[in-house]
Antibody
Framework: EVQLLESGGGLVQPGGSLRLSCAVS????????MNWVRQAPGKGLDWVSG????????YYADSVKGRFTISRDNSKNTLFLQMTSLRAEDTAVYYC??????????WGLGTLVTVSS | DIQMTQSPSSLSASVGDRVTITCRAS??????LGWYQQKPGKAPKRLIF????SLQSGVPSRFSGSGSGTEFTLTISSLQPEDFATYYC?????????FGQGTKVEIK
């Protein structure tokens, strides 16, 4: 069974930092590009960042460029999102998801990040 | 960036109705588009892969996709009670990937 399990969410003050993790099992993680997608309360889906299977290439939405860093550890089957300079508008459920280009695609259950004083 | 314009933003329909949702891309994305269903408190679930060519495993055949290039359609041929949800399109032709604004399908 394929599982993507996000962790690391929580309450953080504006300007603070948080590191999200996504532990992946049931697939050969090192062969999948990965993504982070978020959803603010009551709002639509918003792609945040992506990374190639090797980690050599990374991509960001303009709204997070320069503040968020995506990375992966293929030896530990884990995806990360380092978030800094957090703003109230970053409050959302953050999902990790595998590459959208393939028929087999998987999403985690999400982790809630709340940015508030 | 590629913009995805999805319509309508919401609709009310009855069980058994035929429902159509449209996404328009700001530039040619070939068939690099997926359709997703999301229910409250749940992760999105992909229904259609590559615009029209593939129904995801386990998705009922009442769901279908069509289109290529800049105009895409998701059709539910006969709406069922479990289909009341929010639907999104997603283009993955060029970074940044972009979602449509969503269509909330409600019970009439």
């Amino acid at each position: 069974e394929v599982q993507l399990l996000e962790s690391g969410g929580g309450l953080v003050q504006p300007g603070g930092s948080l590191r999200l993790s996504c532990a992946v099992s049931g697939i050969t993680f090192s062969t999948y590009g990965m993504n982070w997608v978020r959803q603010a309360p009551g709002k639509g889906l918003d792609w945040v960042s992506g990374i190639s299977f090797s980690g050599d290439s990374t991509y960001y939405a303009d709204s997070v460029k320069g503040r968020f860093t995506i990375s992966r550890d293929n030896s530990k089957n884990t995806l990360f999102l380092q978030m800094t300079s957090l703003r109230a508008e970053d409050t959302a459920v953050y999902y990790c998801a595998t590459d959208f280009h393939y028929y087999d695609t998987y999403w985690g259950l999400g982790t809630l990040v709340t940015v508030s004083s | 960036d590629i913009q995805m314009t999805q319509s309508p933003s919401s609709l009310s329909a009855s069980v058994g109705d035929r429902v159509t949702i449209t996404c328009r891309a700001s530039q040619d994305i070939r068939d690099d588009l997926g359709w997703y269903q999301q229910k409250p408190g749940k992760a999105p679930k992909r229904l259609i892969f590559a615009a029209a060519s593939s129904l995801q495993s386990g998705v009922p055949s009442r769901f279908s996709g069509s289109g290529s290039g800049t105009e895409f359609t998701l059709t539910i041929s006969s709406l069922q009670p479990e289909d009341f949800a929010t639907y999104y399109c997603l283009q993955y032709k060029g970074y940044p990937w972009t979602f449509g604004q969503g269509t909330k399908v409600e019970i009439k």
